[in-house]
């Protein structure tokens, strides 16, 4: 017997493997999957401003610029950049939800036109967990008799979605605020109190914290996320500050 088009040449567990791969690429979001969004956003944020900061202040002491213009010149940058960020993260989200939304869509449409197909999926995926003859049956009669279960069971059985686990996107734009505010917050301690050293120290602690907070939520060894993070906050710094030096020697 022909493979039925619904699964474009393939057999049915092809179909599933397919499809898995399908939802994971739909669940895949810039701030990951497994730390809640919103907690995500505000530690990306606030080590992405606490790094260009201090490359900021890095450019602006190598250019001897007042104190007075570092202070506007900040000010007006970071007020930029919240919103920046806070949009940004909004926009991410709901690019998020709109992929969740047509697979949704999608899966309800191959549910209400392709039912033995659908049939044939769920026990190729129940028979991978332990079910088999009589048993294997009900269970696929139970969840074929409602539509919605059955479209709920699809969408996290064959596509692997979690759907509690999509955020509102003003959520995670609310954490990339906190993320961006509070770093900027403590980089502008850290520079009154000591202009150059303190900013310095002001951005490690924030990437310093950043990092772990989201290791720790990850379950990820907390000092090498950390390790990881400064080196490249180092390297991104040193680059800034190295180039300034060359670029003023040229001109």
């Known amino acids: 017997m022909d493979t039925p088009l619904h699964f ?23 701030h990951g999957a497994e730390l809640p969004g919103h907690y995500s956003a505000a530690a990306d944020s606030a ?45 991410l989200g709901y690019s998020r939800l709109e992929r969740l939304h047509r697979l949704i869509e999608e ?18 995926l129940y028979a991978a967990k332990g079910f088999s003859g009589h048993l294997l049956d009900e269970v696929i009669d139970v969840l074929m008799a409602d539509d919605n279960r059955l479209l709920q069971v699809m969408l996290e059985e064959e596509l692997g979605l979690k759907m509690e686990s999509y955020e509102h996107p003003l959520k995670q734009a609310l954490g990339a605020f906190c993320g961006t505010l509070a770093s900027a917050l403590v980089m502008a301690c850290g520079f009154f109190v000591l202009p150059w050293w303190g900013s310095i120290a002001s951005a490690g602690a924030v990437i310093i914290i950043a ?11 907390p000092m090498s996320a950390i390790l990881w993070n400064l080196a490249s906050a ?12 060359i670029f003023i020697k040229i001109s």
């Open 8 to 30: 474009k040449g393939k057999q049915a567990p092809d179909h599933v493997i397919e499809a898995r791969l399908k939802g994971l690429i739909a669940a895949e979001e810039i």
């Open 47 to 91: 080590k992405e401003t606490a790094l260009i900061l201090l490359v900021l202040w890095t450019l602006f002491s190598e250019l001897h610029f007042s104190l007075s213009s570092i202070h506007w010149i900040s000010l007006s940058f970071i007020t930029g950049w919240i919103f920046w960020k806070v949009g940004r993260s909004a926009i």
């Open 107 to 124: 899966e309800r449409w191959e549910i209400e036109h392709h039912r033995p197909q659908e049939r044939e999926e769920l026990k190729t």
């Open 211 to 221: 990092s772990a907070f989201v290791a720790k939520f990850e379950r990820n060894d």
């Open 234 to 245: 180092t390297l991104a710094a040193g680059a800034a500050f190295f180039a300034a030096q």
